[in-house]
């Protein structure tokens, strides 16, 4: 019987850098997909019914990057120092070979993985992604910044970027958070004050508009699949197309009606576009 | 009764610079629809299909640029020259404020109309486009440039290049071409060798690859409408998408099982789709 991820419990590596990272591991795969969270998430952040659905055929595994929830450290103030992270955590498992799924901020370390460490990497999901130095990105609207960035997180806040202003978005956001919010056991650490700060220093560092800093993307040659939601504020369809532009080989899709957390919201039919990407022969 | 563009008489401008220009110029509206055609192309070469549904409520008024077709003198081998003369016309016709529609080469020369005299134009089409200094884009691929670069042209070439492989857009293209070579009357002169080898130097001259003049796409700073076929080989979808993703405000549209030839293919959604857009008040 499958495992189930609110069932999967958390374990522990310590890493070469001496930074002992909290994880959860389920399903089977020759090539694990590694995930990378959004800004200020921790392992319980991930919508359960997605990871499920990943996981059918194929190993998943997420974890709490340096100083995030149950990991230890610092929480680095830069996405390059975050990806050093995410493949320290990598060779720690002894993973040689991987697909990654980034999400946000996630996203963000996926390319910075991807252009420091081309070799460990097979195929890369960008979810609700954006370029380093795109005009128009320093630091996210800032009715989004208030309704995420608070000392302490607010449902209705979260809510409110996640998901669209329709019924049927508002409902689905319900649901996913219910998904999210309802584990009773096997809980992470909350992420911290530095952790937030530090994160989204990186995300204004990561939008500093840098037109040179564009060309970057073509040296990210590997099959990419770029995703969002029609309707995000916090991180705006055009920086979807703007990957798709630019990297040398990538394929769009746009979630209707939904806005950040379009993955949670449509997880079904997002769980099965990566699971044809990550298995497309081509 | 409404003027078909099958119908609709050539007429002759003089410039200040000296051109005759060839157009025509049918329907009503007080912000005319001035289009730009595609490589090796004159007044007959345009769907009247097409140009019917975008005239139903609006002017829209096409014509030969410099060297091409009906108009006097010698077609030049720069985009920016092309702008010129585009502006020249539109200067001799008294139009102070118009609305541009560019297709293939002819989005190139909106592009850099755009930037020249911005104050002149209120909205922008750019149908199978691509930026200046975009990479892979140096000239057409091998066997696009063998289709529809011969001294003679070949229908067949020409199939092959503006409509997919499927039955569908085959058929379309038959049609499309029944109803463009189909015209009996009213004639427009073939366009020359001459103006071939001047067109494809200036689009090869704006495919040479140069990140820093993407950046150029940020001061075409007025609404745009980006639309190409899925299946474009001529221009790839990857430049629409790109487009988006630098203008600082584009919509985009990719119509399904299409190719370079999509505006003439679904010519009713795409003259809504049109229309839709220059009629929107946003």
């Not at 190993?59 to 929830?69: K, L, S």
């Not at 060779?91 to 999400?103: I, M, P, T, W």
Request: hydrophobic fraction near 45%; charged fraction near 20%.
């Amino acid at each position: 019987m499958p495992m189930t991820y609110l069932e999967t419990p958390t374990q522990r590596v310590m890493s070469g850098n001496g930074i002992e990272y909290a994880y959860r591991d389920l399903g089977q795969s020759d090539i694990p997909l590694v995930l990378l969270i959004h800004f200020r998430g921790n392992l319980d952040n991930w919508d359960p019914a997605l990871i499920d659905a990943l996981a059918t055929n194929r190993r998943v595994i997420t974890f709490d990057n340096i100083g995030v929830g149950a990991t230890t450290g610092t929480t680095p103030a830069t996405i390059a120092s975050m990806a050093r992270g995410a493949i320290d955590f990598v060779e720690a498992l002894n993973l040689e070979y991987v697909d990654l799924l980034g999400f946000s901020i996630g996203s963000f370390v996926a390319q910075e993985f991807a252009l420091i460490r081309p070799d460990a990497i097979r195929r890369v999901v960008l979810a609700a992604s954006a370029p380093q130095g795109a005009a128009g990105m320093h630091g996210w609207a800032a009715d989004v910044i208030a309704a995420v960035g608070q000392p302490v997180t607010d449902p209705q806040g979260y809510l409110d970027v996640f998901f669209a202003s329709s019924d049927a978005s508002r409902l689905a956001g319900q649901e996913a958070m219910g998904r999210i919010f309802g584990r009773t056991t096997n809980h992470d650490e909350p992420t911290t004050w530095q952790t937030r700060q530090a994160q989204y220093d990186a995300v204004c560092a990561w939008g500093i508009p840098n037109h040179a800093l564009l060309e970057r993307l073509r040296a990210i040659d590997l099959p990419a699949f770029v995703a969002c939601g029609d309707g995000d504020r916090m991180i705006l369809p055009r920086y979807s197309h703007l990957l798709v532009g630019l990297l040398p080989d990538a394929r769009l899709k746009i979630y209707a009606d939904s806005a950040h957390g379009f993955l949670f919201q449509h997880h079904a039919d997002f769980a099965s576009d990566v699971n044809a990407f990550l298995d497309d022969p081509d």
